[in-house]
Structure formats: structure tokens, C-alpha cells
């Protein structure tokens, strides 16, 4: 029954033997122990789980493993490098962006994301990127100062 | 050190590991061995267990064992902690596993054990229970009607306490002399508090030693420790740890002891292996515990001038199939107690009966009572400026308490021996409409009906109370309010060898920045360097009894501990520092991180170079013991009261319904600020919270006790879209209560705002004579009474 996938994560190639109706998400978390990517929900509302699949953010609770099959994901774990921060990582810090941080990895994402699509939103573009993730502590607010810093800060 | 740190607005020391996705949530704990508990949930709101067949899923395989409240029986129900207006001989609690009843759906009936968390749940849909359906009540005031279901044998009329404060006599005779008296029955609806991350637990078991080690998404290690060990399991504290790892959000449902917990210790030392459980929201919906749901009639009479003359309310308050720990005291001590504002009301009067329904736990969500009480103080205020036709802003400066009047006790002793600490309220309210141009909105305003559009403004001029609380006001003694314990908070404060700090604290952060904020307080203190101080918390080992994290009490009463074990630090380096130097100790002073002679700052010894001297005692003046460490407890003498103006401008369209928030502006006083980029934060995020209660948000039971709004899809958690920015502004008024200045900020923004937005829907629609909807202000409520309004 189980079917086996080869996946890319943060660029490392991960082949494993799973059963077909694992999600992307638990195959993060509970295969290959990355367990920076949260799981809020199971309704596919919260976007805690947001990771980039080949580029593009997707829910991780909303796609199979074996959909995966063959990708190449980006977690919060592999978005800085050589030690360093990424720039929306660093904006958050920055803004105060997080409070419990629950669901930050999937919203640094989301921004990650939307920023690749958009270099400069305005607030509103901003606000109606953030639709598919929910957070509970900042009101959105610095998240929203965060993603204006991190525009700036990015090399477009 | 120059910098100044108390009051500075940095960056957070935790969010590093927030960032990275390196920080370990509950479900990121993973231990050898592990097993994966799934419970199963009733279905029904109330009905008999008549028997459980666990036959085919124990022989599913990869299942380990299955369980139900039979193999529990042993364990007592779950204790009430806060057995507020004489809950004593009817406060009925959750079981680890429900045995012979169950009173609302989403209490556990079974669970099993497996070896991964995907067979555990496919196991669930093998078990058989055969449950005998009774009839069902949902609503707080309907379930004490005659005929209505009864719910538990102990507890007729499904009543479990009638509370009264305030002087009846008093108050019915000052309304029936008032010039104007406004009645309104006010619907606070039920809500779900949403924190991100759900709940969860793993539990181990020794054996050998009887130790248990638990970890929980818990904003009160200790107490859960004491309330297991000592309630359920009769056992020492000593044979228990608990854990609370990374919290992703509490808002008050991570406060109280739950079934769950108990449950895996159980399993884990009936199987010999850890075993986990981690919340699904679809759990998180139906077992964890809600927040609100009142249903209240309240008379306010004023003169003809607007001077308020008394206030009078009967509140129904909802508490759910069984009660949470502190359920019985939010919509009690944390509610009544309240219900004077930021007003001179000369005649209160409060009467709440708790009920029983066949609907979710009721407990602390952010505000716990103080909400429910603003938005009735504040709509009262609202409602009598309308009869009396005067402006809202006036009839609250009518009545203000004046800031040469504090420290002001609540009329007929509504606040039980307690008086507000300071306050200036009209300051705040000044700074507020010259924000929003007052006069200017009521003119736009004026020119926009005129072209059929309607605008409006509310206000809240709000006070909260906050650093709960002095042991003995709050506890079980004479007089007392019921928490069945104390409520001092506590550090340690260590300064190491190298003058590297580690400091543990009794509070628990679940989002807060107590990382950041209490290091602040150490490096403003004792003039070290934020970078060396580190701050541990949330674990029962090594770190000092503390009552944990809620109605904002962590930096008035957590950081007051910090603060005096600060000073300690202080005269013991002071004294060892003029060993050293070979002065008299009275001579010495403390100064920006430095020990030295009155006079002479240069020839001193910095608290690094004392903290190695008192560390390697090769010197120490007679009697003196080694190394700077120290252990504070610390019980507040008084409560503090952080007030301030929130105002809303909405516009409401006319063909929809859909109010959109314009503006949101705040004015808030929460005393002198810690961090004050952190204070915007908890403001914004309350805000968020207060204003989705007034238009969106409401748990909707059917009448079978089925949770309608039963998942993020049909609940309405908050978007950023639905929000404008905040403009937020502040006073400052420090409490005298304590001598860093601080009130507390975590619950002001869902305290004031919810009243402020449906003040200015109100406000938008009076044009159609309407004077009051319940929230929340869906567009299809709006819409609907503009269309009665229009037709009639």
C-alpha cells in the first residue's frame, strides 16, 4: 500500500516509503521531523502550514504527500542562508510581526510568497494577500509593517 | 550602562526560534517510544452511555489498547478551583472519560492508544457506543424554565450559584425616583477564543520512581501540577513535572485543567509509555472551553442632566454542560465587580445566575468578565444619552470619577474593599477626539446622511482591572472570592559567576514577551546588559510557584517579583562591594551597574565584578552567603486599573448591511510601559479580538446542542483585510500600587472595543430609529432592521 516519493526539502532529496493518504504537512513534521511548519486547523483555513512547493505557497495540510512527489519544498527551516536571515524573517523581528508565533513559519511564507508575486503591495494588496492566513495575537497590524519592511529590504 | 532598557521598545529576545520554525510547540515534542491518543467525542448534546463495545477497534491494527470511563473510575471528577456564589454542593466537573452521562457533545466517551496518530483515528470510527439521546437545553436563561431538561441531579433548575452584589433596596429606590430610566436586555454571545495553536499533552510515567513528567499547552504549569496531583491522583506534588513548552496563544482557554491531560497521565502509566495527544480544531471547537454567553436585563436611571443615579443588572451567565476550573468566577468576581466603570454610579445592583446547559465549558477568554461588564456599561451609557438626547461624549464626562478623587471605592461595595488606584479618564477622552476631529466627523457625518450614507462613532470609555490579585481579597478566607488558592507571583533571580543572568519566573508567556520584557526590568535594575540576561520559564522544575499567565497580571505582579528580587540583588552586592573596597556598607550606593562608595562612582565595583567575588566566596564579609541569589514571592497589595477612550467611526451600508470599519482609534492608560512596542502589539491584537465580537464572531448551538459554527469555516476568525490600521495614542498615569508604575495592558483592547463599534453602529443607524441589535452585527441583522425600520 505504501508508494514511494521522492521529495526535495530545503534542498535535500528525501525518498520515503508513505501511505498514500499522508498529508504533505505530516510528511514535513512527522517523516522527516521538520517541525517548524504548524498545523492549526484541519479545514484548511488557518495557513499555518503554508510552505513554497516549487515557488508557490501552498497549504501543506491541503496536499498529499505523494502529490509532492517529485517537488521541491521550502519550509521556514531552509528560507534564510549562510546563517542569515531572510529578509521577511528579519522584518518580522524587526516589526514585532509575532506575538506567540504560532503562525508565523506559515505567514513569513505567505509573505515570502506574496512579495515574489508582488514586490511592492500597497496596504490593501498587503491585507488581501494575508486572506489565507490567520492570526490570532497581532491584529495584523505589524504584520503589515513587516511585509512593508521587508519590501524595502528586498532585492527586487 | 547608558542605555535606558525599562520603557525602550525592543526588539523580542524570543522571536529568534519564532522565526526560524526552531522553537518546540507541544506537537513538535517527540519522545522515544511515544504513542498517540485520539478520543472519541459524543455526539450528542445529552444523553445516557448505556454501553461502549471497544471489541473491533482494540483489534485494529497498530492500536494498542483502547479505554473507557469504566477503567478511569478510580480518578475523581475534575476539581472547580474558583467555586465562586456558592457553587459548593452542585459544581459538577468533566471526568477523564464520561462513564454513565454525558452533558454536552465533545465530552470524551473512549480513547485509544496507538502507534501512530492516522491509526488512532481510523480506530475511533470502530468503537460502538449506544447512547440513550435525552432532551437537550442550550440557552443560559431558557434552561432555568419550568419543564426545561435537567442536567444534573444536585443542580435544580440547572442553576449552579445565584450571586448578588450591590444594594438592592438602594438602587430600586434610586430608579424609581430618576428622571429617565433606560431598560435594555443586552446579549453577550458565546465565543470561541481561537488561539492558534490547539491544545495538547504527552504524558510519561516512571515506574520506579512514581514520577510523572507531563508536558501541556498550559498558561499555568504550576497550578495544573497542584490541581493533578493533589485532586485527581492524590499524590505529592513532588512526583509530578509539568512542562509547558512554546505556547502558540492561549487567551484564557489554556488557563484551566482538562480532561485530556489527566487522561494521558492516566494512560501513560496504565501502559507504560508515553503518550501523546494533540488537539484538531474540530476539538479545539467542542471540548476546549468558550468564552461569554450572557443574557442580561439592565435598568440605568439618570437626571434629566445626565448624571447616572443607579444601575441595575440581572445576568444570566452560560457555564457550559460542566464547569471549568475557574469558570464560576468570570462571570462573577471578574464580571460584578466591575460594573461602576469609569463612572460615579451612587446605587448598584447585581444579581447573576450561573446556569448549566448541554453546551461547552465557559471560562476566561481574554477579558474574562470585564467585557461583559464594559459592554454593558458602555451601552448603558450610550443607551441613556439617546433617550436623553444628549451627546454620548457628554453624559461620560458628566460622570466621570475625577482625578482628585481617587483612590475611588464603587459604590455599595461592589468592589468588595478594593478602590481604583489613579486615573485621569477625561485626559484620555480629550486626546482621543482631538485624534478623530470630533467635530469635524459629526459634520461629515451630518453631510453624509444628507447624500444617503450612513456613518457613525462610538465610544468606550473604558477603566479594566488587572495584576490579580492580593491572596487574601481573591482567595477562600472571610470575605474572600472564592479562588481556592492564593495569587502572589515569584522569581529567581541568579547573577552567575561571569555576571550572566538567569532568571525564572512563576508567569507563564504564551505569546506576551516575558523573555524580553522581564529581562528589561533585570537590565534597568542592575544595569546589565539585556544580551546576559537570560529569562526561563515554564517548567515546574527550576522554576519558582507561580500562580501563571492571565488577567494581565503578569508584569504588575510577576514583574513586581523581578523587580523586588532585583533590589535584594542590589543590597547584597552593595554590602559585599564595600567588603571589597573595605567601607562601611551604609555608605554604598547602586548605581547603573555599579556598586560603589556615595560620591565616588568611579571607585566602585561593577555587579559583574561582585557577582564573581560573591560566586568564588574566597572573601565574603562575616555571615555572608555565596553567590547573588536570590528568591522573591511577591502578593500584591491592591489591584490596578488602567482605563482609557477607544472610538470607532463605521459606516454601515444601506443596501447591505455590511458595516465597514472606518477608523479605530484608541487612547489607552495602562501606567508606565515596559516595552512599549510590545504594549501597541497586545493593544492591536486586542482590539482585533473585541471588534470581531461586535460583527463577526458568535458560536451558534442548535437546538439539539450541535455547535453549528463548528469549524474555521463557519466561524468567523478574522481576515487582515476586515481591519483599517489602528491609530493608537496613550497617557500615562503610573500606579501608586506598585513602585515601577506598571497596570497591565493584555486584555484593554478586547475590553474596550467591542462596546465602541456597536456604539457607532448604533450611531449610524439611529436615522432609522434603531437603538439596539445583539451582536454580532452580521449584515443580514443590519440589513434587516433597516428594513423593518423602513417599513414601519
Given at each position: 500500500m505504501a508508494q514511494t516519493v521522492s521529495i526535495t526539502v530545503n534542498g535535500m532529496a528525501y525518498i520515503r516509503d508513505v501511505e498514500p493518504r499522508l498529508l504533505l504537512t505530516h510528511f514535513l513534521?512527522?517523516?522527516?521531523?521538520?517541525?517548524?511548519?504548524?498545523?492549526?486547523?484541519?479545514?484548511?483555513?488557518?495557513?499555518?502550514?503554508t510552505v513554497l512547493m516549487d515557488g508557490v505557497a501552498v497549504k501543506s495540510c491541503t496536499v498529499l504527500a505523494v502529490q509532492a512527489d517529485g517537488s521541491s519544498v521550502t519550509t521556514i527551516e531552509g528560507l534564510g542562508s549562510d546563517g542569515k536571515l531572510h529578509p521577511v524573517q528579519n522584518a518580522f523581528w524587526e516589526k514585532h510581526g509575532l506575538q506567540c508565533g504560532f503562525c508565523t513559519p506559515g505567514m513569513i511564507i505567505t509573505v515570502v510568497d506574496l512579495l515574489n508575486r508582488n514586490p511592492h503591495p500597497t496596504d490593501e494588496e498587503i491585507r488581501h494577500g494575508l486572506e489565507g492566513t490567520l492570526c490570532r495575537c497581532t491584529g495584523y497590524q505589524n504584520i503589515v509593517e513587516a511585509v512593508k519592511h521587508a519590501a524595502e529590504a528586498m532585492p527586487v | 550602562m547608558a542605555t535606558k532598557t525599562f520603557g525602550a521598545s525592543i526588539k523580542r529576545k524570543e522571536d529568534p526560534r519564532l522565526i526560524t520554525g526552531e522553537a518546540k510547540y507541544l506537537d513538535d515534542v517527540r519522545l522515544p517510544g511515544m504513542l498517540y491518543a485520539a478520543i472519541l467525542r459524543s455526539p450528542y448534546a445529552h444523553a445516557r452511555i448505556k454501553n461502549i463495545n471497544t471489541e473491533k477497534a482494540s483489534k485494529y491494527?497498530?492500536?494498542v489498547a483502547v479505554f473507557t470511563g469504566q477503567d478511569f473510575k478510580d480518578l475523581p471528577a475534575l476539581p472547580c478551583a474558583w467555586q465562586a456564589g456558592g457553587v459548593k454542593n452542585n459544581a459538577n466537573t468533566p471526568r477523564v472519560l464520561e462513564i454513565d452521562k454525558v452533558t454536552h457533545a465533545g465530552l470524551g466517551v473512549a480513547v485509544v492508544v496507538a502507534e501512530d496518530r492516522y491509526i488512532a483515528e481510523d480506530a475511533l470510527n470502530l468503537i460502538e457506543v449506544d447512547y440513550e439521546p435525552l432532551p437537550v437545553v442550550v440557552d443560559a436563561e431558557k434552561t432555568t424554565f419550568p419543564g426545561a431538561p435537567q442536567l444534573h441531579e444536585n443542580a435544580p433548575n440547572n442553576i449552579c450559584m445565584d450571586w448578588s452584589i450591590g444594594d438592592a433596596d438602594g438602587t430600586n429606590q434610586a430608579l424609581g425616583e430618576a428622571d429617565v430610566v433606560v431598560k435594555q436586555r443586552l446579549v453577550n454571545q458565546r465565543l470561541i477564543p481561537n488561539p492558534m495553536e490547539p491544545r495538547g499533552c504527552i504524558a510519561q510515567y516512571m515506574p520506579a520512581s512514581e514520577e510523572f513528567t507531563v508536558w501541556m499547552t498550559s498558561q499555568t504549569p504550576h497550578i495544573m501540577r497542584l490541581l493533578m496531583t493533589a485532586?485527581?491522583?492524590?499524590?505529592?506534588?513532588?512526583k509530578m513535572r509539568v512542562i509547558a513548552p512554546q505556547?502558540?496563544?492561549?487567551?484564557?482557554?489554556?488557563i484551566s485543567l482538562y480532561p485530556e491531560y489527566c487522561l494521558m497521565a492516566a494512560l501513560a502509566r496504565k501502559i507504560g509509555k508515553p503518550v501523546k495527544w494533540a488537539e484538531t480544531r474540530r476539538e479545539n471547537y467542542i471540548a476546549t472551553s468558550h468564552g461569554r454567553d450572557h443574557v442580561t436585563d439592565m435598568e440605568v436611571g439618570a437626571k434629566r442632566d445626565g448624571t447616572i443615579t443607579a444601575l441595575k443588572v440581572k445576568t444570566f451567565a452560560n457555564l457550559g454542560g460542566v464547569l471549568a476550573t475557574i469558570g464560576p468566577g468570570v462571570p462573577t468576581t471578574l464580571y460584578g465587580r466591575v460594573l461602576s466603570g469609569a463612572y460615579k454610579i451612587p446605587h448598584i445592583y447585581c444579581n447573576v445566575i450561573g446556569t448549566y446547559t448541554n453546551t461547552a465549558m465557559v471560562d476566561a477568554y481574554r477579558g474574562a468578565g470585564r467585557p461583559e461588564a464594559t459592554y454593558l456599561v458602555e451601552r448603558a451609557v450610550d443607551l441613556l444619552a439617546n433617550e436623553l438626547k444628549m451627546d454620548p461624549v457628554e453624559v461620560r464626562r458628566k460622570n466621570f470619577i475625577q482625578p482628585n478623587e481617587f483612590p475611588y471605592a464603587p459604590a455599595d461595595n461592589i468592589l468588595a474593599g478594593l478602590k481604583y488606584d489613579s486615573g485621569d479618564y477625561e485626559k484620555a477622552l480629550n486626546k482621543a477626539l482631538e485624534m478623530v476631529n470630533y467635530e469635524g466627523f459629526r459634520k461629515e457625518q451630518e453631510q453624509a446622511r444628507k447624500q444617503g450614507r450612513y456613518l457613525g462613532i462610538g465610544f468606550s470609555t473604558y477603566i479594566e482591572i488587572c495584576g490579580a490579585a492580593p491572596s487574601a481579597w481573591i482567595g477562600v478566607g472571610p470575605g474572600g472570592q472564592g479562588w481556592g488558592a492564593a495569587m502572589w507571583e515569584s522569581a529567581n533571580l541568579r547573577v552567575h559567576l561571569t555576571g550572566k543572568v538567569i532568571l525564572t519566573i512563576g508567569t507563564q508567556s504564551h505569546g506576551q514577551g516575558h523573555e524580553t520584557t522581564m529581562a528589561q526590568i533585570v537590565a534597568e535594575e542592575l544595569g546589565i546588559p539585556l544580551e546576559d540576561i537570560t529569562v526561563q520559564l515554564g517548567d515546574t522544575l527550576g522554576t519558582p510557584f507561580g500562580y501563571g499567565t492571565y488577567a494581565s497580571r503578569s508584569a504588575a505582579v510577576g514583574g513586581m517579583a523581578v523587580y523586588n528580587s532585583a533590589q535584594k540583588i542590589k543590597e547584597k552586592a552593595k554590602r559585599l562591594a564595600a567588603h571589597m573596597l573595605e567601607a562601611a556598607p551604609e555608605d554604598m550606593e547602586f548605581h547603573a551597574g555599579k556598586a560603589f562608595v556615595k560620591g565616588s562612582p568611579d571607585k566602585g565595583k561593577t555587579i559583574q565584578e561582585v557577582a564573581g567575588a560573591a560566586a568564588l566566596a574566597y572573601s565574603l564579609p562575616p555571615g555572608m552567603e555565596p553567590f547573588l541569589d536570590d528568591v522573591t514571592y511577591y502578593d500584591p497589595p491592591e489591584c490596578t486599573y488602567p482605563f482609557g477612550t477607544h472610538i470607532c467611526v463605521v459606516e454601515v451600508d444601506a443596501d447591505t448591511g455590511q458595516v465597514k470599519v472606518l477608523r479605530y482609534l484608541s487612547v489607552d492608560d495602562v501606567g508606565k510601559r515596559i516595552n512599549p512596542l510590545i504594549v501597541d502589539g497586545q493593544i492591536h491584537g486586542g482590539i482585533a479580538q473585541g471588534v470581531a465580537q461586535a460583527l463577526w464572531e458568535g458560536a451558534v448551538y442548535d437546538e439539539n446542542g450541535q455547535l453549528t459554527s463548528g469549524s474555521m469555516m463557519d466561524y468567523a476568525v478574522p481576515k487582515a483585510s476586515f481591519f483599517p490600521d489602528f491609530e493608537l495614542g496613550s497617557t500615562e498615569t503610573p500606579t501608586p500600587n506598585n513602585p515601577m508604575g506598571v497596570k497591565g495592558v493584555g486584555e484593554t483592547g478586547t475590553i474596550a472595543s467591542t462596546p465602541a463599534v456597536v456604539n457607532a453602529v448604533m450611531d449610524a443607524l439611529s436615522p432609522f430609529g434603531i437603538k439596539h441589535l445583539d451582536m454580532p452585527l452580521t449584515p443580514e441583522k443590519v440589513w434587516r432592521a433597516m428594513r423593518a425600520a423602513d417599513m414601519s
Open positions: 513534521r512527522d517523516v522527516i521531523g521538520l517541525t517548524g511548519t504548524n498545523v492549526g486547523c484541519d479545514t484548511s483555513q488557518c495557513g499555518a502550514c | 491494527p497498530g492500536v485532586f485527581v491522583f492524590g499524590i505529592p506534588e513532588t505556547i502558540g496563544g492561549g487567551f484564557g482557554t489554556k
